[in-house]
């Protein structure tokens, strides 16, 4: 088959941390399907990888390119920004086969507000809405956003325009990924390094990493919530949604309806591609469980050494 691979940032040409972690999870996409045969296109701004084929891009001609390229290949996958994926979605399902989520699901998942109301009516555990009349501590995140930015610890009524205050839940930092389709294969649990200083009201919230797998005895209860979430946003392909494991639950904080940065580990200890298992999710066939060898923990700093 011949796929195509694009994600914003190193397509785009965007610079520091948000190009390394993108080409990371590009990078590991390409060499995956490169190595189950596959003939790979990926947009790129300047990163090239071992494998597969480069499409030289700019931000100027991502979009036209994602276009002119995904009408030529069999399959498509593109990675982006919240605000930005529902559109670049549809690029990719207008002119071949989708390999990720469809637009509608991507936009449900990125408003942040409207995705956790779909969760609480599906009965699925998730922090609280608060006004900004409640008192006390609270975390306030942008209602549209990714990566941890500009999310902080602080008081309910300093969340301005285009952000929301929630419930802050204490415990262990988490994530789920997943195969969602027709079925939903849950592929590993991953602890997320996090750092917040929960004696600053106005502490900022920053992720630096992750430790794929990490091996829990409530490994299951996980896998239910998260299964549990995608199927209720209709989430397709690869995902990876965000739990915190409290003292009493497990609740929902945010679902990346796209590949996330715990692919990078993934692929280290995986024993199956993963490559193959979006494919198989074109037809519902993938297995029941996968196999996970090992434990890979990586921080943003590891990125550099993908390029």
């Known amino acids: 088959m011949k796929i195509l691979l694009a994600e914003y940032a190193v397509g785009a040409g965007l610079e520091g941390t948000l190009m390394l972690e993108g080409a990371a999870m590009l990078g590991t996409l390409v060499n995956s399907f490169s190595r189950l045969g596959h003939e790979v296109l990926y947009l790129s701004s300047g990163p090239e990888f071992r494998r597969g084929r480069a499409v030289r891009s700019c931000i100027e001609d991502f979009e036209y390119l994602l276009e002119s390229e995904a009408a030529e290949c069999d399959a498509g996958l593109v990675i982006g920004p919240d605000e930005m994926l529902a559109d670049l979605s549809s690029i990719i399902e207008d002119n071949t086969v989708n390999l990720g989520c469809s637009p509608g699901s991507v936009s449900l998942c990125a408003d ?7 969760l609480q009516s599906s009965s699925v555990n998730v922090p609280r809405i608060l006004d900004k009349e409640h008192q006390g501590i609270c975390l306030i995140k942008p209602r549209f956003g990714c990566a941890s930015e500009g999310v902080r610890i602080s008081r309910c009524n300093d969340a301005g325009e285009g952000f929301i205050a929630n419930e802050y839940i204490q415990g262990e930092h ?4 997943l195969i969602s389709g027709k079925k939903v294969l849950p592929l590993s649990v991953n602890k997320q390094f996090i750092d917040i200083d929960h004696k600053n009201p106005d502490s900022c919230v920053s992720y630096h990493g ?9 490994e299951e209860e996980l896998f239910d919530i998260a299964g549990t979430s995608a199927k209720a946003l209709k989430c397709n392909g690869y995902i990876g949604i965000d739990i915190v494991h409290g003292e009493n639950n497990n609740y929902v ?3 990346n309806p796209r590949p996330t940065s715990a692919v990078f580990g993934l692929a280290r200890t995986l024993k199956v591609e993963i490559g193959e298992l979006l494919l198989k999710n074109i037809s519902g066939d993938l297995p029941d469980t996968v196999d996970l060898e090992g434990e890979f923990s990586f ?9």
């Open 174 to 177: 988490l994530s789920v990924s």
């Open 112 to 118: 942040k507000l409207e995705c956790t109301r779909k």
């Open 253 to 255: 904080v945010d679902v």
């Open 299 to 307: 921080t943003k700093d590891d990125f550099e050494d993908i390029l």
């Open 210 to 218: 992750n430790m794929v797998p990490y091996r829990t005895d409530y």
